[in-house]
């Protein structure tokens, strides 16, 4: 057995900013902006035209964000320590919208027919610029923060092991910060700040659009978790996808005193699978497919009357993907017809289409990553990124020091990947993903590897660097309405001359909000007890007793 040797972290001062409100029962109150922040709509005045102005109020919203720090933490610890899974993130909902609220932002709550989805407004006029991040986690990822090793909280729990805990704390900030300015200087325009309610299922973005929540936004700043500070323009690597589940009917029997009077619906599902793995071979190199059988009958004995399969279709075009998922309705067809059961209507559980991102908003983006620039870490951050590594058996490079130089464009050679569907509002309205430091290099995604940074200092500093960034670029898009003609002349010119979006979800669609349903009743009721108190506790770590980083010997 390993022995563990405890590394004590370098002290870290922060800027106190107002205390959080007292804690109920169902969870942490709602973290409190600095005051004086007064929540009034500004009176309209023209933008900032002198380029040193507007340069002064980039400064005053970066020093604002500076002293939001504590805010921002409790943000971040916070979401990570309710662990909810897609569609059923109730206590972050809860949680995100009490923030809004007191900040001065109006919300609605429950958009597009999902309960865990909102949007919050604030402000009035044009441009209007939406914030959005993604809120859900990850299966069987619950891990503790700060410790380098496989360590979970609650053995077979959710988890925070893709980092989505840290994006909302970027945008709420940068928002709040921005607004002090917008109101002093009663600058126009509107800022809204939305959820990607259930991102891992790619289960709501679509429904956002078709309920037209974007039909009126100028520009949409989303940011994602990284281990760098970046953006970028054009078509991107990765795939679109449609997310579809296939069920059989058959016929029940005795499985040992009358087989032959039984129609399995698992075998059709079996031979599906079977199908389509043969069929695989066959397919382009850089589409991507995968599937979970989702039922396979009630016990042994009896032959399964009904069965389903879950299965993503990826492809790097929408005209693709359709091809791709025609295949898979085929080969189902074809497994109910060997099998003599009955294919059902196709469920349609998420879709999402390829990401293009706006060259002008990108160039924004990145001339203010230059100025930001990596956060300072510390010599614990260093440690804790590379025992991580070490453990994983990663290069044991540690955290990142330097922003890139250069913007990234169109990916020209698209080997598939990964999906988001922030693709299907970025084909809508002028869109880029600000990608923000609050992770750590070399780590497999989608695992409790990737929840380990995400409480810790690593994720607070990532994340008010983001802010930084996020509150600079929506000043740049509110004082300089140049800009936003710009993006919209690029998307209307450019990206959408030739490529029109359509949605992949059909007409009959709706959100598959029950998803997740069960494995949350099952583990919030041992979650609850870790839910962080910032009341009682200054981090996460402190509430949980770990001295940072801990790492093995």
Request: net charge neutral; aromatic share 8%; charged share 20%.
């Amino acid at each position: 057995m390993s022995r563990i040797r405890v590394i004590p972290a370098l002290a870290v001062t922060l800027a106190v900013t107002a205390a959080p409100l007292a804690q109920n029962q169902s969870g942490p109150s709602p973290a409190t902006a600095p005051t004086g922040m007064a929540a009034v709509t500004p009176a309209a005045k023209p933008p900032v035209k002198d380029d040193a102005h507007a340069e002064r109020l980039k400064a005053d919203a970066v020093r604002d964000v500076e002293s939001m720090q504590v805010f921002t933490q409790q943000m971040v610890d916070s979401i990570f320590s309710f662990a909810e899974l897609g569609f059923q993130e109730t206590e972050t909902h809860r949680y995100l919208v009490d923030v809004l609220k007191k900040n001065g932002f109006t919300v609605q709550e429950g958009i597009a027919g999902i309960p865990t989805a909102f949007m919050a407004t604030w402000g009035s006029g044009k441009p209007v610029i939406a914030l959005g991040s993604d809120i859900d986690g990850i299966p069987q990822a619950s891990q503790k923060p700060g410790v380098a090793y496989f360590a979970p909280m609650i053995e077979g729990a959710p988890g925070h092991g893709e980092g989505h805990n840290s994006g909302q704390a970027v945008n709420i900030t940068a928002a709040i910060a921005v607004k002090k300015i917008m109101e002093r200087e009663k600058l126009p325009g509107t800022i809204r700040i939305w959820p990607g309610t259930a991102e891992e299922l790619v289960g709501t973005k679509a429904y956002f659009v078709r309920e037209g929540f974007f039909k009126d936004v100028d520009v949409a700043l989303f940011t994602h978790v990284g281990n760098d500070l970046g953006v970028s323009w054009g078509d991107r690597d990765g795939t679109g996808l449609v997310s579809v589940e296939f069920t059989f009917t058959g016929q029940t029997a005795h499985s040992a005193g009358a087989p032959w009077r039984g129609r399995s619906a698992l075998d059709a599902v079996e031979l599906m699978n079977i199908g389509w793995n043969y069929r695989r071979e066959h397919l382009p190199l850089e589409h991507r497919s995968h599937y979970v059988v989702t039922n396979g009958g009630d016990q042994p004995n009896v032959v399964p009357r009904n069965a389903s399969v879950w299965y993503y279709f990826r492809q790097t075009t929408y005209p693709k993907i359709k091809e791709l998922w025609g295949i898979g309705e085929s080969i189902a067809k074809g497994a109910a017809m060997m099998t003599n059961t009955e294919l059902q209507p196709m469920r349609v559980l998420g879709s999402a289409w390829p990401q293009h991102f706006n060259k002008v908003v990108a160039e924004t983006t990145f001339a203010n990553i230059q100025k930001v620039g990596m956060p300072q870490w510390s010599e614990a951050d260093q440690t804790l990124a590379k025992a991580l590594q070490k453990e994983l058996g990663s290069n044991e490079q540690g955290l990142a020091l330097k922003v890139g130089s250069e913007l990234q464009g169109p990916v020209r050679d698209n080997r598939g990947g990964g999906s988001d569907d922030i693709g299907d509002i970025s084909w809508n309205v002028p869109t880029v993903t600000l990608r923000f430091p609050s992770n750590i290099p070399g780590l497999p995604g989608h695992n409790w590897a990737n929840a380990i940074a995400m409480a810790t200092p690593i994720a607070h500093k990532g994340a008010t660097a983001g802010a930084k960034v996020q509150a600079m670029t929506v000043l740049d898009l509110v004082l300089k309405p140049a800009l936003v003609d710009e993006a919209w002349d690029y998307f209307k010119n450019v990206q959408t001359k030739t490529i029109k979006y359509e949605p992949l979800i059909r007409p009959e669609d709706k959100p598959a909000i029950e998803m997740n349903k069960a494995i949350m009743e099952k583990y919030r009721p041992a979650l609850k007890k870790f839910y962080y108190d910032p009341s009682r506790y200054t981090t996460y770590l402190e509430q949980l007793g770990i001295t940072y980083p801990t790492v093995k010997q």
